[in-house]
């Protein structure tokens, strides 16, 4: 018998809730359009149903006219970012910051204030990364790798040198370069708390557990998710067949060839909606029975700006 395996907790987490809350919540109250520096989540089907609402995403606060409002994406923003848009004459700005991402600024300011050297683990170019590194002017530095380490123009001895991640990242692709680095930096000063955030955990675990007895995985998710694209590459580790896809007609018969057990996954910036579409393309394929995986309960919430309850 053919089966679908969904794995729990998967899909929006407690940031995204919320970010997508705060640009539907601006229409509502006050009219289109908004604008959004960057995509507030990186997810296609969300992205372009803001869109039809009267959102508008931009890269450069220069093309926000004045006397609009303007809306910070869920990965944060250089602090260049809210200067510039501080000096034009805006209505209101929003700040749909991850709180867990927001920690982590906060945590690179104060280090940068007690004159520690800083070293994050990310991806060269995310927009999270951007904006957590754009929280202090210098001695800050990017690894994506463990070879990263070894070109870093650091004195090995340096006694303040301290490391922080993205909070999307694999578990395990941080553990390894954390041990390079320690490995390099003897007086290396860890994060207080673990950086990558508990929506990210959950969901990597959810598919360890799941990958156990599934012969495929689905992903939903866009391609420049990066929680998305490590869920995938997690399964994929774990040697079970991966795909990511953003939509249900994206789903090839050809992958579900001598398929028996298919396991469905979404990453945090994917809504229920699309899970739902990919449980009936798969029920098409003749997986007529769903199984819920269940492995943590979830149960964070953040609140919105005040401006907005």
């Known amino acids: 018998m053919k089966k679908i395996i969904l794995a729990n907790p998967r899909g929006f987490c407690a940031g995204v809730d919320r970010a997508i809350t705060i640009v539907e919540t601006s229409l509502a109250k006050y009219g289109a359009p908004v604008y959004v520096r960057h995509e507030v989540v990186h997810n296609k089907y969300v992205v372009d149903g803001l869109q039809e609402r009267g959102a508008i ?3 450069e606060i220069k093309d926000v006219p004045e006397g609009s409002i303007l809306i910070y994406s869920a990965h944060g923003v250089p602090l260049s970012v809210r200067e510039e848009a501080m000096a034009k004459n805006l209505t209101m700005i929003f700040d749909a910051t991850c709180p867990l991402v927001s920690k982590v600024h906060v945590e690179i300011k104060n280090l940068h204030k007690q004159n520690y050297t800083i070293i994050m683990i990310g991806h060269r170019g995310h927009p999270e990364v951007e904006g957590t590194m754009g ?7 990017l690894v994506e790798s463990e070879a990263d380490v070894e070109t870093l123009p650091l004195d090995r001895d340096i006694e303040k040198i301290a490391v922080v991640t993205q909070t999307t990242l694999s578990v395990d692709e941080t553990k390894s370069i954390i041990a390079r680095l320690k490995e390099t930096f003897p007086n ?18 959810a598919v360890k557990e799941m990958a156990k007895s599934c012969d495929a995985v ?3 998710g866009s391609k420049n998710s990066s929680n998305s694209n490590r869920l995938k590459e997690l399964a994929e580790n774990l040697g079970v067949k991966s795909y990511l896809i953003d939509f249900d007609y994206e789903i090839k018969s050809e992958w579900l060839d001598q398929v028996m057990n298919v396991g469905v996954t979404a990453g945090a910036s994917a809504p229920e909606v699309l899970v739902e579409g990919v449980i009936k393309r798969l029920q098409q394929e003749g997986f007529n029975t ?6 943590v309960e979830e149960h964070m919430t953040f ?4 401006e907005l309850r």
């Open 57 to 59: 995403f931009i890269e």
């Open 135 to 141: 929280q202090v002017k210098d001695h800050i530095h």
């Open 188 to 205: 290396l000063r860890l994060p207080k708390n673990e950086d990558i955030c508990y929506a990210t955990q959950n969901r990597q675990d």
């Open 218 to 220: 689905l992903v939903i």
């Open 290 to 295: 769903t199984e819920t995986l269940n492995v």
């Open 303 to 306: 609140a919105l700006p005040s």
